[in-house]
Each structure stands twice: as structure tokens, then as C-alpha cells.
């Protein structure tokens, strides 16, 4: 009733192929930009904008960054962290050498070095396969930190590698505050994400997902194999090396080489897998659900031991953490391999045809 | 004297390649038969060394706590060929490997959570002293220990082929390992066959335990050492178990040559992806590693 397109006509080419193409779609969209950019700093309290909102916000674009790769272009990989490193400690220096440049620069060079680093990574990409080159990218993740730790330079010679972040000054205005930090975060999340969205719809977008299905077929029919791929692994990693300048200027603040190690990149990894492989959306609801959820397990923990009345110990609860979110993702699995954003979909059609579905 | 240093390093890691290749089994088997990159088998290596160590503490003798840690991994395979693998029949190859990522956190968890965050030390009656007769008579150093881990690393490889080369479950492995389908069509058990790989490479993951918990303690570190098997894994290629010992060789030997010889002129610390780097170039001539099946791509 509420949510359908019956009624829409799409009378010329441009219509026809719009972002969203159902006006419903673009209502929602507005209004949650709206809630996101104006309610939220308006009511959210200092915890929920800078220990919630912005890391979400942040793990999200990481994890669209890693969808680009892995999702969409099929490519596998374990150095997501590695990337999100080379993206802090650059951004870090050209801030810290090139003051006259301005943030938003320096983010965007930031974000081209990890591209950088993601295009010399992804070469091997264009000879090795699946859990080979998964593998492969192991190496990335261990090099790039190993880097980072051994070159004074980059850290600015501190001597136990941590870098501490300086303020960002944009348009004359301090991003000091939580709500700042969580618009400033927001802001190039928007913007990014909308760009992803634009180039999955493209040509490119396109050539990523022939690649994807079936490399061998994809170049049969004139897909250069090595633009493809490459540009896949240069697209991500900048991605991802936006995700890990913000990680430090509008999360953490001070920030060592050993925030990015493999955990992390797993933990993206879990987040395009839950969320959904191949999807924007789910980069997205797969960000939200790994930040929150051990959030509420901490918050049900601390119920259960209220109602029986028993302390129970820091160790137990981080063991049965670590457990229940592991069983979580089998369960995930099983349950619903493609993801949130599946099921996000099943319930939009099921919406479309409510409540009359005969 | 250098010659003999070169050649102190050579088999020190050689035979530290060995204890590699021991973890890097465990892989190979699985993905042998089930095609399924087992991430947990890290997991799995930790769980036997500390369910065996703390055993041992509740005052058991030790083929007593050896007979009921097999028992327990047995169980533990059955139980995540059931739960795990069953339900995930058919799905992509990445689906069971994030599968396997969540069962490590859950091995992870659930082994600390039964037997405690205690680091344990663990003594298999051998001592990681260098062998007396041989520095006596050649003047080159080698740890009793690393020879003792190489003999079991051997006997467990030759044990291994035997099962696979002349057992009746063996020879269906190998069906299984060539084509699901046919394998099925010729009446082969799938899932048996799975809960049995399961429970061998639980096995290959208790004997590694152990040498890898007599040497470095039994402790959270050990889940680390699946880190070290997969340039192992890697370069050998998935599905050989040759692979595993000739790439755990491999690797051994330049990454112990490489700190020595390279370390120093890099500031050190090479150790931690030097092997990956080793692996990745080997990849770039071989795609498939040194042993595996060369894949032919069709449309």
C-alpha cells in the first residue's frame, strides 16, 4: 500500500535510469539524511556521537571499501587494515608537513597514497586466485605495519610509533567537538557512499562484476582483465584509506601502528559478509551490527549478572563474548548467507505487495 | 667456523620449517577433502595443547590425558561436521571460510573459558638442548628437540600415507578429495568422510599441539602460529601434503637465513611477513603453489 511504484511512470531515458527509481526509495533517503545530519547532533549525547555513531560510521566506509573489492570485483582480501593504516599515518604527515593544504586534501592524498600501496598489493591479483591470493594479501598486512613501525618518519620519529592527532581546522571552524567530528565523519561517508553507489551502476562498476562472476568469460568478451582489477584494488584501498585518516582524526585521536592489525581486517571482513556481499546497503547494516552487538552484550551481561545476582567475572563475559559472536556469524551463515541487506530486500518485496499478496 | 654457523642456521631452520609444516597439515588435509580453508585449524592446534596441558594438571597420567584429548578432538570434528559444515553444503567457498573464522572465535573462547587464561608449560621428556654427540663430532649445533619434533613430523607423514594409500577410508578420501560427485555417485558417504577428515585433522592438530606447547608454552599465542602455515600452505600448494613438508622447508630455512644474513641490514623484525613475501614470489612463477592441481579455467 505504502511502499510500491504502481503509478510511476518513467517518461524519458534519464528518469529511467536514476539512482533511485522509486520515489519511496528517495523519500527514505532524504529523510534519513535529514534525521543524520540534523536530528541526530541535535539530540544525540556526547557517548552516542563519539563512542557509537562516528566509529560506525567509519568501520562503514572501511567496509565499503572492502565490498568494492570483494563483493563487487571478487577479488579476496585479508589486508583491509593495512590499507586503513597507510591512510592514517599519511594523512597524519601530510597534515603535519603541509599545513597550508587543509584537511579535505590531505584526507584525499591520504587516500591516494593507500591507493597507491592497494595497486602494487593487487599486482599479484592479475596471477594468483581466490585463497591463494587471500593469502597473498597477508603479506600487505604485515609488510605495511612492519613499515610503519621500522620508518621514524613516518610515525615523525616518536619513539614508541604512536602519532597523536592534530586538530582540523575547515573553513576557519575547529572539528573539536563530538557532534563536529560525527557531521565532518558524516559528511565524507555521504559523499562517498553515493559515489560508490554511482560507480557500481557504471561501466566500471560493471566490468568489476563480470570479473567477479567469471574472470575467463569476462575478458573473453573485452574486459581488460588488468585495468579491472587494479583499478579494483585502487578504488578499495583509497576506500579504505579514507576510513583510516578519519579512524584517527575523528575517532581514536591518538593512534599507534598496532590499532591496525589483523583483527581489525577481520572485523571488516565479518562486517561485508553479515551485512552483504555486494551490496552498499550492507556495508552499511554490517558496520551497525558489529559495532553495536558488543554493546548490548555488554549491557545483557551486566542485566544477567544484576537479575541472578552473581558477579560474574570480566573474563567469563569476554570469553562468552568472543564465543557468542563467533557462533553468531556460523549462525549468520546458515541462516542467511547473502546478509542483512537480503533480508532488507525480501521485506521490501514482501512491502510491495501488502497487504494484498494474491 | 662461518660455514658451520651458515650450516647451525640452515637446520635450525629446516627443522623449525617442520613444526610449520606439522600446522600446515592440518590445512591440507581438510582442503583436500572438503575444499573447505580451514582458518580455525590455528584455533584447533591451541585447543588440543591446552585441553592436553590441563589434563595433565588435574593430575592424569599422560596417555590418559593423551587418549581423552584425541577423544575430545574426535568428538570436535563430528561435532562441526554436524553443525558447521552440513547446513553450509553447496554454498561458496568463502561462506565456509568465514564459517571456519567463527568457529576459531568460538574454539578460542570456549577453550579459555573451560580451562582458564592460564599459560601452562608443557614437558614432553625431551629438552630443547642441542644434541651432545653430533656438536661433539661435527662441531654444528642442533637442538634435541627440533630433531625429536622432525622424527614425529616424519612418522605422522609416513603414517598418514599409509592411512591414504592402502585404508579402505583412505582410498575414499582420495574419491572424495578427486570429485564430490562422483564419489557420491559411486556410493562414498559424504558426510562420514567429512566428520572423519574432521577428526583427522584434529589429530595432526593435537600432535602439532603438543610439539608446538613443549616448545613455546601453552598459551593464547599458540592460536598465532596458523599465521606462520599459510606461507607454508601456500607455496606448497593447497592440496599436497608433500607440498606441506617441502614448503614448510622452504620456508624455515630462508626465513631463519633471512634473519640472520638480511635481518640486520633492515633493522630486524623481518620474520613476521619475510615468509609471505618468500611465498608470494614463488606464486608469481607457480599460481598454484609447488604441488597443487593446476586448475583449468573454462567458460
Given amino acids: 500500500m505504502l511502499y510500491r511504484e504502481a503509478g510511476q511512470f518513467r517518461s524519458s531515458y534519464a528518469e529511467d535510469q536514476q539512482i533511485f527509481p522509486i520515489r519511496q526509495d528517495r523519500i527514505g533517503i532524504a529523510l534519513l539524511l535529514v534525521v543524520a545530519f540534523i536530528v541526530v547532533p ?20 572501511a567496509a565499503l571499501g572492502l565490498n568494492i573489492l570483494t563483493g563487487y570485483a571478487g577479488q579476496l582480501s585479508l589486508g583491509t587494515a ?106 565524507i561517508v555521504a559523499v562517498l557512499a553515493l559515489a560508490a553507489k554511482n560507480l557500481m551502476r557504471s561501466e566500471t562498476g560493471r566490468a568489476f562484476m563480470a570479473v567477479r ?75 551497525a551490527f558489529i559495532t553495536l552487538f558488543p554493546i548490548f552484550l555488554n549491557v545483557f551481561s551486566g542485566w544477567l549478572s544484576h537479575l541472578t545476582g552473581q558477579d560474574i567475572s570480566h573474563a567469563v563475559i569476554s570469553n562468552l563474548e568472543v564465543i557468542i559472536f563467533g557462533g553468531l556469524i556460523i549462525f549468520f551463515l546458515i541462516v542467511e548467507p547473502n546478509g542483512l541487506a537480503r533480508l532488507w530486500q525480501i521485506a521490501k518485496e514482501k512491502l510491495r505487495l501488502w497487504p494484498f499478496p494474491h | 667456523m662461518d660455514f658451520i654457523f651458515f650450516l647451525e642456521v640452515l637446520a635450525g631452520g629446516l627443522l623449525a620449517g617442520v613444526m610449520y609444516a606439522l600446522v600446515a597439515l592440518g590445512f591440507v588435509l581438510i582442503y583436500k577433502a572438503s575444499g573447505v580453508f580451514n ?40 561435532a562441526i561436521e554436524r553443525v558447521v559444515l552440513r547446513p553450509l553444503v553447496n554454498q561458496p567457498p568463502i561462506t565456509l571460510f568465514m564459517a571456519t573464522i567463527g568457529l576459531t572465535f568460538v574454539l578460542e573462547g570456549l577453550s579459555q573459558l573451560v580451562w582458564g587464561t592460564q599459560p601452562h608449560n608443557l614437558e614432553l621428556g625431551v629438552s ?46 582420495r574419491a572424495v578429495a578427486d570429485d564430490h560427485q562422483a564419489a557420491l555417485a559411486v556410493g562414498i558417504p559424504l558426510q562420514h568422510i567429512w566428520a572423519i577428515v574432521w577428526a583427522v585433522a584434529g589429530f595432526v592438530a593435537l600432535v602439532a599441539g603438543l610439539l608446538w606447547g613443549a616448545r613455546t608454552g601453552v598459551q593464547y599465542a599458540l592460536t598465532f602460529i596458523a599465521l606462520k602455515a599459510l606461507p607454508v600452505l601456500i607455496l606448497g600448494g593447497f592440496e599436497s601434503i608433500l607440498g606441506a613438508i617441502v614448503g614448510g622447508l622452504i620456508i624455515g630455512a630462508t626465513e631463519k637465513l633471512a634473519e640472520v644474513y638480511l635481518g640486520p641490514m633492515v ?31 573454462r567458460v
Wanted: hydrophobic residues 60%.
Fill in chain 1, 42 to 61: 541535535l539530540v544525540g549525547n556526547q557517548y552516542w556521537l563519539s563512542a557509537i555513531l562516528t566509529p560506525f560510521l567509519i568501520l562503514a566506509l
Fill in chain 1, 82 to 187: 593495512a590499507f586503513m593504516a597507510v591512510g592514517a599515518f599519511m594523512a597524519y604527515n601530510f597534515v603535519l608537513r603541509m599545513p597550508w593544504l587543509g584537511a579535505i586534501p590531505s584526507f584525499i592524498l591520504a587516500g591516494l597514497c593507500a591507493a597507491a600501496v592497494g595497486f602494487v598489493f593487487g599486482l599479484p591479483s592479475l596471477r594468483i586466485k581466490g585463497f591463494y591470493l587471500a593469502v597473498a594479501t597477508l603479506a600487505c598486512q604485515f609488510f605495511v605495519l612492519w613499515v610503519i613501525q621500522r620508518w621514524g618518519w613516518i610515525t615523525n620519529y616518536s619513539t614508541s610509533g604512536v602519532i597523536t592527532a592534530q586538530t582540523i581546522v575547515l573553513f576557519g571552524y575547529p572539528i573539536a567537538t563530538p557532534a563536529a567530528k560525527y557531521l565532518f565523519t558524516l559528511s
Fill in chain 1, 213 to 287: 562472476d567469471m574472470d575467463v568469460a569476462a575478458s573473453v568478451i573485452g574486459i581488460p582483465m588488468m585495468k579491472t582489477k587494479l583499478l579494483a584494488f585502487a578504488i578499495s584501498s583509497f576506500y579504505c584509506g579514507v576510513a583510516g585518516a578519519l579512524y584517527t582524526y575523528t575517532y581514536l585521536g591518538t593512534v599507534e601502528p598496532e590499532a591496525f592489525t589483523l583483527d581489525l581486517s577481520f572485523r571488516v571482513l565479518f562486517m561485508i559478509i553479515i551485512g552483504g556481499i555486494g551490496s552498499i546497503l550492507g556495508s552499511f547494516l554490517g558496520a
Fill in chain 2, 39 to 78: 582458518f580455525a585449524q590455528g584455533a584447533m592446534v591451541f585447543f588440543a595443547a591446552l585441553t592436553y596441558a590441563s589434563l595433565l594438571k588435574l593430575g592424569m597420567p599422560w596417555w590418559g590425558a593423551l587418549v581423552a584429548t584425541l577423544a575430545v578432538m574426535v568428538v570436535l570434528g563430528v
Fill in chain 2, 128 to 173: 630443547d638442548v642441542p644434541m651432545e654427540s653430533l656438536s661433539r663430532a661435527t662441531g654444528i649445533n642442533i637442538s634435541q628437540f627440533e630433531l625429536f619434533a622432525a622424527g614425529v613430523a616424519g612418522i605422522l607423514v609416513a603414517v598418514l600415507a599409509v592411512f591414504f594409500q592402502y585404508t579402505r577410508v583412505g582410498r575414499a578420501l
Fill in chain 2, 267 to 297: 633493522g630486524g623484525g623481518i620474520e613476521s611477513w619475510f615468509a609471505y613475501v618468500v611465498a608470494l614470489l614463488f606464486l608469481l612463477v607457480r599460481p598454484e603453489g609447488l604441488f597443487g592441481e593446476k586448475h583449468i579455467d
